[in-house]
């Protein structure tokens, strides 16, 4: 005597790691599972699969989850990023890189950029630049020699070559 017998997809679907899976009906006919991922991770593979009359599960490719990154940004010349490894290797999604300077030198543009969730930079150029310090052209008064010539990355001092000395502002 024949008999019916209830359609059932098999094997299991896997829930993905860093992610969820939800069924309808757990693994029988018609059942529809739906596949999301953790914060910080975005899905590949189908969204939703469902079990089918042949017993197999449509869009036949394993779903899972990969970890959402930025790609690595660039050391400003004359500075550094911190931490070390937001210039280094992908960096996670949620993390915030700063840019700083070295002594001697100034920092123009935004020093902070956060890799989102779309494994995006914002803001979306990290537009640094670290530029050294210089200093004027010193006119010093006649007699007076300055030292260093030029004063970058140093302090000048004004020094007099004749044999008086200077206090509080006036020579003696």
């Given at each position: 005597?024949p008999r019916c017998v209830k359609i059932?997809?098999?094997?299991?679907?896997?829930?993905?790691?860093?992610?969820?899976?939800?069924?309808?009906?757990?693994?029988?006919?018609?059942?529809?599972?739906?596949?999301?991922?953790?914060?910080?991770?975005?899905?590949?593979?189908?969204?939703?699969?469902?079990?089918?009359?042949?017993?197999?599960?449509?869009?036949?490719?394993?779903?899972?989850?990969?970890?959402?990154?930025?790609?690595?940004?660039?050391?400003?010349?004359?500075?550094?990023?911190?931490?070390?490894?937001?210039?280094?290797?992908?960096?996670?999604?949620?993390?915030?890189?700063?840019?700083?300077?070295?002594?001697?030198?100034?920092?123009?543009?935004?020093?902070?950029?956060?890799?989102?969730?779309?494994g995006d930079w914002f803001p979306s150029?990290?537009?640094?630049?670290?530029?050294?310090?210089?200093?004027?052209?010193?006119?010093?008064?006649?007699n007076v020699v300055v030292e260093p010539?030029?004063?970058?990355?140093?302090?000048?001092?004004?020094?007099?070559?004749?044999?008086?000395?200077?206090?509080?502002?006036?020579?003696?």
């Amino acid at each position: 005597m024949p008999r019916c017998v209830k359609i059932t997809c098999q094997p299991d679907l896997p829930v993905p790691t860093n992610g969820s899976k939800t069924c309808s009906e757990g693994n029988r006919f018609q059942s529809t599972c739906s596949f999301s991922c953790h914060l910080g991770f975005r899905r590949v593979g189908p969204e939703t699969r469902t079990c089918e009359h042949t017993g197999q599960w449509s869009n036949g490719t394993e779903t899972w989850c990969e970890e959402i990154t930025c790609f690595p940004l660039e050391i400003p010349a004359g500075g550094d990023v911190s931490p070390p490894t937001c210039a280094s290797q992908p960096v996670v999604a949620g993390s915030i890189c700063t840019a700083s300077c070295f002594h001697g030198f100034t920092l123009s543009g935004n020093p902070t950029a956060v890799c989102t969730y779309e494994g995006d930079w914002f803001p979306s150029v990290f537009n640094v630049n670290c530029t050294a310090i210089t200093c004027n052209q010193l006119n010093p008064p006649p007699n007076v020699v300055v030292e260093p010539e030029n004063c970058i990355l140093t302090e000048a001092s004004f020094l007099d070559s004749s044999p008086r000395s200077m206090e509080g502002g006036q020579c003696l």
